[in-house]
């Protein structure tokens, strides 16, 4: 059996004759294969199955959360400066902190309290009268007034004064105050005590003979461990606000951007990503179609050419375009370059051929057209041959010799025999059983045709 050797040039013809097929293949993959990787790209980290108004609301709402956030702290910043700055300038004007830790003024009282029946005699306090007084003085001292006795500015004043209770003696009350020396420490518990009488006589209203006594009241210079605590808690509260502060702009430079903002497209970048993955699946389509159609040249054992049908059938082979079908310039153009730039109409190769006939076979009178394409191009072949009937040949045009037994009866009643065959369409191996049932009834094949 004879094998032909199929050109190169034969194989990238064959592919382009199936640009359509190619086309709507490379279509195919695009849609499978861009849409759905381009739509997969962009979907929610926790919701694959999202589409894109679904990831465009979370991204919304993940922009309003970090927005929320960053104008929190960015308050949060402004607060804490502005309370630093204010606490800074407080703390610079607090004369009563620049007092010697080793001789720092000390004043303090000791309150004893009682109350009288009538006649003179004492009576039992009511439960939590000395607590409640000790609240009602911490709250109602005039520190401006207590500041101008002495006159030092009453920065952080309320902080040094110290009120305890005895808790073995719940009737004495001691009030202690510090200065910068014993004298102006002494001065600010005298306005203190004063502010305190006039407390006392709106509990006598409340609790008849109500009194207390002003006991070992003294003021010295010395070390207070108790001011010294205080005026620590102070300054550090000063440095509390700076590393607040720092935090805060710590928190803001670590505050990311909404990850969608960097993961997840709007519309427009959504659109113009499944526009890549679609243009990149056609291509992708398009090498994956070609490279089939090359597979398909080698594998599917179809006829391609004229010059594989003028091997197979040793005889002259000319091509045309069918007549039934429309074809594009495009195509024209292809298939003319295939044939070396001749391609003949169907009249024009089949007058060709019958021209030839009668030059190599000069005694037929008979020639038959038959071959496995034949019923298909029967009218038009018909129209034709036509065109030849002053060349002395009485034609034919039989089926397909090996389905139609009648047919075959035929062949040996013609001198001649043509086969018109369909290129890409019709299978070597018939072709070759053609040839051998041509031969077995003794006849040669003269010519041939192929159908594009």
Request: charge should be negative.
């Given at each position: 059996m004879k094998i032909y050797q199929a050109k190169g040039r034969e194989c990238f013809f064959y592919v382009v004759r199936k640009w359509p097929k190619i086309i709507i293949g490379a279509l195919i993959v695009a849609v499978l294969f861009g849409v759905k990787t381009g739509y997969d790209t962009h979907k929610s980290w926790d919701q694959k199955q999202a589409d894109v108004d679904t990831i465009m609301q979370q991204r919304e709402a993940l922009v309003e959360m970090y927005d929320q956030s960053l104008a929190t702290i960015e308050a949060d910043i402004e607060s804490t400066e502005k309370e630093t700055i204010e606490y800074k300038e407080f703390l610079d004007g607090a004369v009563i902190l620049r007092a010697d830790e080793n001789a720092t003024g000390i004043?303090?009282?000791?309150?004893?309290?009682?109350?009288?029946?009538?006649?003179?005699?004492?009576?039992?306090?009511?439960?939590?009268?000395?607590?409640?007084?000790?609240?009602?003085?911490?709250?109602?001292i005039d520190w401006e007034r207590v500041a101008t006795s002495v006159e030092i500015p009453s920065n952080f004043l309320d902080q040094f004064l110290i009120i305890s209770i005895d808790e073995t003696n719940n009737r004495m009350m001691t009030l202690k105050m510090f200065g910068l020396d014993a004298g102006q420490a002494e001065g600010m518990l005298n306005d203190i005590l004063n502010q305190a009488s006039v407390i006392k006589e709106g509990y006598i209203s409340q609790i008849p003979g109500f009194d207390y006594t002003e006991m070992n009241k003294v003021s010295y210079n010395g070390r207070a461990p108790e001011y010294i605590e205080t005026r620590s808690r102070i300054q550090n509260r000063y440095n509390e606000l700076l590393v607040a502060a720092r935090d805060l702009y710590a928190s803001k430079d670590a505050l990311e951007a909404p990850p969608e903002a960097v993961y997840m497209p709007t519309k427009a970048q959504v659109t113009k990503s499944i526009i890549k993955h679609t243009v990149f699946g056609g291509a992708i389509g398009v090498v994956v179609m070609v490279a089939l159609f090359y597979v398909l040249f080698y594998l599917n054992g179809k006829l391609h050419s004229a010059d594989e049908l003028a091997y197979y059938t040793d005889s002259n082979a000319m091509a045309y375009l069918s007549p039934d079908k429309k074809r594009s310039i495009l195509y024209r153009f292809f298939a003319k370059k295939e044939n070396n730039g001749l391609l003949y109409s169907q009249k024009d190769a089949v007058l060709r051929t019958v021209s030839n006939i009668k030059a190599q076979y000069p005694e037929a009178t008979k020639v038959m057209f038959t071959g496995i394409n034949a019923d298909s191009e029967a009218e038009s072949l018909k129209k034709a041959l036509a065109g030849a009937k002053g060349m002395g040949f009485m034609f034919g045009i039989e089926k397909n010799i090996l389905t139609d037994k009648e047919a075959f009866d035929h062949v040996s009643y013609y001198d001649a025999v043509v086969l018109v065959e369909k290129a890409d369409m019709t299978s070597i191996e018939l072709i070759n059983k053609e040839i051998e049932q041509i031969n077995l009834a003794g006849k040669k094949i003269a010519s041939s045709l192929l159908v594009r």
């Open positions: 004043a303090s009282v000791d309150l004893y309290f009682v109350s009288y029946n009538e006649d003179g005699t004492v009576k039992d306090l009511p439960d939590g009268s000395v607590e409640l007084f000790a609240s009602a003085l911490t709250n109602s």
